[in-house]
């Protein structure tokens, strides 16, 4: 929370304080640990046990947060969407660590991370899917993953668990990808029912229209588990300086009913998928160099990847919203980055 990146800095600036310091964080030695501890502490980390924990502690802000804003109680929750997706480790990838990808689970709507494991290098991110799911609710959860996850044991997984799906559909399902073509660019088409809905968006030097069309259609002909929905979703950018258009167009799937998701919803559903790449891979990548990072011990680069997302969630649910600026100011006011987690010294 106060700007350090390494495990090296985290030992610097615990010995940049006096006593009183010290013994607010629970030493009870004249000096905080040194850099080699840490190494040799966090290489041997029972890492799914910190994981687990620190899911079950996001879980609970998440729960807390959609309880406040509906004014509900927690067996009424809802829970908002949950995008997963996967994450090269760079810098430790150079250095041949063991773990250099992992798979997190992070909501929509804080931006906390749920849950996260790593992926071995021998396999990919579909077989540990199911270690993901089973670390989460997903009940009343709606789940949206990229193209390599739309599986059928996924989306069961998802279903039988109470929760529903949000599916890119690309070539690596390509009868589902033929079907879904079908009904929005099929010669008969036109026959069938379709609701949509447009967005328009300016800044960053382009200007960006998305229009998704959705559809039943496939309701009772797909025998994909749980699909109630599909979509197009077309994307047009116009780069305001050059005049240069791209155009691009996604289709998908959705086991949630027209009635829980009109188009507009849709639409945002799909849209904050991409929180997990600009709320926190993209905060860790640039705020806190993880790519950079080339540590490789034991389960050292997955421990301080863990505690990145940690400190990403707590400030979001801080109410931060530059979490470059908010270490910035932690680092300038200590004392009040130990009174976010409960420490009054």
């Given at each position: 929370?106060?700007?350090?990146k ?6 610097q600036?615990?010995?940049d ?8 964080l629970?030493f ?28 079950q ?10 309880t406040s ?6 067996e009424?929750?809802?829970?908002e ?5 996967g ?30 494991c ?22 009343g ?9 739309t599986?059928?044991?996924?989306s ?7 929760g ?6 690309k070539?690596n399902?390509?009868?589902?990808l ?9 010669p ?14 300016v ?16 309701l ?17 950018f116009t ?6 258009v ?14 829980e998701a ?22 860790r ?8 990072s080339?540590?490789r011990k034991?389960?050292?680069?997955e ?10 969630g ?7 919203t ?6 910035r100011?932690?680092a300038a ?8 987690i409960g420490?009054?010294?």
């Amino acid at each position: 929370m106060c700007g350090c990146k390494t495990y090296s800095a985290i030992a610097q600036w615990g010995r940049d304080y006096d006593q009183s310091f010290i013994k607010a964080l629970g030493f009870t030695h004249e000096k905080t640990p040194c850099a080699a501890t840490f190494c040799n502490v966090f290489g041997d980390l029972a890492i799914k046990i910190m994981e687990s924990k620190l899911g079950q502690w996001a879980t609970s802000l998440d729960i807390a947060t959609d309880t406040s804003d509906q004014g509900g109680s927690q067996e009424e929750y809802q829970g908002e969407a949950i995008s997963i997706d996967g994450k090269t480790l760079r810098g430790s990838l150079k250095q041949g660590a063991s773990v250099t990808h992992l798979l997190s689970a992070v909501s929509h709507k804080l931006g906390l991370t749920l849950a996260q494991c790593s992926v071995d290098k021998k396999t990919n991110e579909i077989g540990k899917m199911d270690e993901i799911l089973n670390n989460i609710v997903l009940e009343g959860r709606i789940i949206s993953v990229d193209a390599m996850h739309t599986q059928r044991e996924t989306s069961q997984t998802i279903v039988d668990g109470g929760g529903d799906y949000v599916m890119p559909v690309k070539n690596n399902q390509q009868r589902l990808l033929d079907d879904v073509k079908t009904v929005f660019d099929g010669p008969c088409s036109h026959l069938l029912s379709k609701s949509s809905a447009k967005t328009l968006d300016v800044g960053h030097g382009r200007i960006e229209e998305r229009c998704l069309i959705c559809s039943d259609a496939l309701l009772d002909y797909s025998d994909w588990p749980g699909l109630h929905q599909s979509f197009k979703v077309e994307r047009i950018f116009t780069y305001k300086r050059t005049g240069k258009v791209h155009q691009e167009t996604v289709y998908g799937i959705t086991s949630l009913t027209p009635q829980e998701a009109d188009p507009e919803r849709l639409l945002g559903l799909v849209r904050g998928h991409w929180h997990i790449e600009n709320r926190t891979h993209w905060v860790r990548d640039v705020t806190f160099d993880e790519d950079r990072s080339q540590v490789r011990k034991g389960n050292t680069p997955e421990v301080m990847s863990a505690l990145r997302n940690t400190v990403i969630g707590l400030l979001r649910y801080a109410g931060e919203t530059n979490i470059a600026s908010a270490c910035r100011r932690y680092a300038a006011q200590p004392l009040k980055a130990l009174e976010l987690i409960g420490i009054m010294a």
